[in-house]
């Protein structure tokens, strides 16, 4: 099988994000990287780059002349990685696809709903495939969930609760590099743990349950005095057909290091997920003994064997679950250059209709904590 080339804007030096999605697109052997405009200093970028291994020539001084210029090459990249600050997403994802260039993105997929709908209409204008990484819906347990849900196993869905607490900006940490972009609204947008990890929450809510907010009553706060953005979220949600919600986000859970949390209940049974414990997913049917479902053991449903590299009992965790992502993005890029139907598995991936919801749900959120917590549509 061909391995595809890639692309990415952002991820230099001193970022997180972009060497975790270098590591994600390397891992099941579908991706090599082979150009970028890796910093907004084109001479960092360009030296970045080199350092990378990158040829000279597709080490980039900016994302404009890296679209205008890899469009062009007979052995162009078949997909750009953007994992740039919130705020640039927009205009670089329409570069590329206006360029013809399919786009994995960093979640928020913009900064407004203004953006989000129009990159969504580029998108839809040029057919190109669009990846958003949330890449915990890349993870096999919570595929499981899904499968589960589909089934109805649980029954009618009456509760979802998720959760995500951290405690990494409990205190201000001047001089470090990710916390200066995601504390300013400049870059970050408009939300700051509800952008960053709220949206995971909401995402993997709506992906396991098969369920869409309507409605939603938040409450934001700044904990850490002089922080211009939220650092914790409570959000209420009422569910199509009539299930309810709670989504509790933060970044000031002192004592919390990345505990992401998903239970959905129905009227015949309960799941629980936990990413710090992925392995496992929990099931309680109704009055009956609990149930572990372990990743690679018997009765994993085909989504989740899909998304599975190793035996049980051999763990799998975070960079499994991105490289998942990145897995499906090449499946979908795929097909669309053989112009064939993309398997069912791939099509688990978020995309652009994604995106649009989860900036909606942090124009949502916004708009209802600053009227005092009012009942607010949740409409993309």
Same mark, same amino acid.
């Given at each position: ?20 999605? =270098?590591? #994600?697109? =390397? ?31 597709? %080490? ?12 062009? =090459? ?25 360029? $013809? ?14 953006? #989000? ?33 589909? #089934? ?33 609204? +400049? ?17 993997? #809510? ?11 009553? %938040? ?25 309810? $919600? ?12 990345? $505990? ?42 085909? +989504? ?59 124009? %949502? ?16």
């Amino acid at each position: 099988m061909r391995r595809l080339k890639l692309g990415m804007v952002g991820g230099g030096e001193g970022a997180f994000i972009g060497g975790v999605h =270098r590591m #994600a697109a =390397r891992l099941d052997g579908h991706w090599d990287l082979v150009a970028g405009n890796f910093q907004s200093d084109p001479d960092k970028s360009i030296a970045f780059g080199k350092s990378m291994g990158i040829d000279a020539a597709r %080490a980039y001084p900016d994302f404009r002349t890296m679209a205008a210029s890899e469009a062009k =090459r007979a052995d162009r990249i078949d997909a750009v990685s953007i994992v740039t600050p919130n705020s640039t997403h927009h205009a670089i994802a329409r570069e590329f696809l206006l360029a $013809g260039i399919p786009v994995i993105c960093d979640k928020p997929m913009t900064t407004t709903l203004r953006h #989000a709908h129009d990159l969504a209409d580029v998108a839809r204008q040029t057919g190109l495939p669009f990846i958003l990484t949330h890449n915990y819906s890349g993870y096999p347990m919570t595929r499981q969930a899904r499968a589960m849900v589909e #089934a109805g196993d649980l029954g009618a869905i009456r509760i979802v609760q998720v959760e995500y607490a951290q405690d990494w900006l409990a205190r201000d940490i001047p001089g470090n590099k990710q916390a200066d972009w995601r504390g300013d609204p +400049s870059k970050a947008g408009p939300g700051g743990a509800l952008g960053d990890i709220a949206t995971h929450a909401f995402q993997l #809510a709506e992906f396991v349950s098969g369920l869409t907010a309507e409605t939603l009553a %938040a409450d934001l706060e700044a904990f850490v005095p002089g922080r211009k953005v939220d650092d914790n979220v409570n959000v209420m949600l009422r569910f199509g057909g009539g299930a309810k $919600g709670m989504l509790w986000a933060s970044q000031v859970a002192s004592g919390s290091v990345n $505990g992401l949390r998903l239970r959905v209940f129905g009227d015949n049974g309960g799941l629980e997920w936990t990413q710090e414990t992925p392995e496992t997913l929990l099931f309680t049917p109704l009055g009956e003994q609990q149930r572990i479902i372990r990743r690679g053991g018997a009765g994993a449903s085909a +989504s989740a064997a899909y998304a599975t590299r190793v035996p049980g009992g051999h763990p799998e965790g975070y960079l499994e679950g991105f490289a998942q992502i990145y897995s499906d993005a090449a499946e979908l890029v795929r097909a669309h250059q053989e112009k064939r139907e993309p398997n069912a598995f791939s099509k688990l991936v978020p995309g652009i209709a994604d995106g649009v919801r989860g900036v909606a749900f942090i124009e %949502a959120a916004i708009t209802s904590s600053k009227a005092n917590s009012a009942w607010t549509a949740l409409s993309a």
